[in-house]
Every structure is written in C-alpha cells, then in structure tokens.
Nanobody
Framework: QVQLVESGGGLVQAGGSLRLSCAAS????????VGWFRQDPGKERDFVSA????????YYADSVKGRFTISRDNAKNTVYLQMNSLKPEDTAVYYC???????????????WGQGTQVTVSS
C-alpha cells in the first residue's frame, strides 16, 4: 500500500509556472506507475499526465503537451509535474494517483492523494 500527498499548488498569473510534487510513503515506490489528474467542481476528473514505473515512459493529455513535464525521483519517492505557460483553463484541483499494474490515462489507479488547488488568473 502507498499513501500519496500532493503539494505545490497555489495562485499564479496566466503565463506563469508551478511545480507540483507527489510524495509517496513506502519503500517500493518504483513499483508504482503514477498519474496526474485534475478536476473542476461538478466535472469529471480529467487525465493530465502519467509516468511509468522507471520513468522511462511518459504520457500527456493533448491540452498540456509541450507545457507540462512529468518526472520522478524514486530515491526521494516523489513525482513532479512542472507546469509552464499556465492558462486560466488549467485551474482545477490536481490529484496524483499510483498503481502497481496500471499505467495510462484512465482513472484505474488504486491509490489517490487528497489533491492540491491550482488557480490561474487571467
């Protein structure tokens, strides 16, 4: 089992940057693929990005491709989401999720964090 804690959210102007972190408990973090999702109130949770167990493969939603970069440091049990050129439509609660078996854009991950708010002002 793994517990996930997101951090790094906040308020930023359009065009700015934020780096989100997803810190995991446990000693086998490299056994988990990790995804980032975001959700507006009353809407479905949307896929943002994912990274494979070793970090050798990454996957992005079209809406963030070229602006966001996902990475992981298994020694620190942390996955990062660097978000550049932020737009007001990026405003949402961002969640990280982890799973031993699943890697992809669906919400099939077994473990989820509590979320961190990102607000982009115009």
């Amino acid at each position: 089992q793994v517990q996930l804690v997101e951090s790094g959210g906040g308020l930023v102007q359009a065009g700015g940057s934020l780096r989100l972190s997803c810190a995991a408990s446990g000693r086998t973090f490299s056994s988990y693929a990790v995804g980032w999702f975001r959700q507006d109130p009353g809407k479905e949770r949307d896929f943002v990005s994912a990274i494979s167990w070793s970090g050798g493969s990454t996957y992005y939603a079209d809406s963030v491709k070229g602006r966001f970069t996902i990475s992981r440091d298994n020694a620190k049990n942390t996955v990062y989401l660097q978000m550049n050129s932020l737009k007001p439509e990026d405003t949402a609660v961002y969640y990280c999720a982890a799973d031993r078996s699943y890697y992809g854009p669906r919400t099939e991950y077994s473990y989820w964090g509590q979320g961190t708010q990102v607000t982009v002002s115009s």
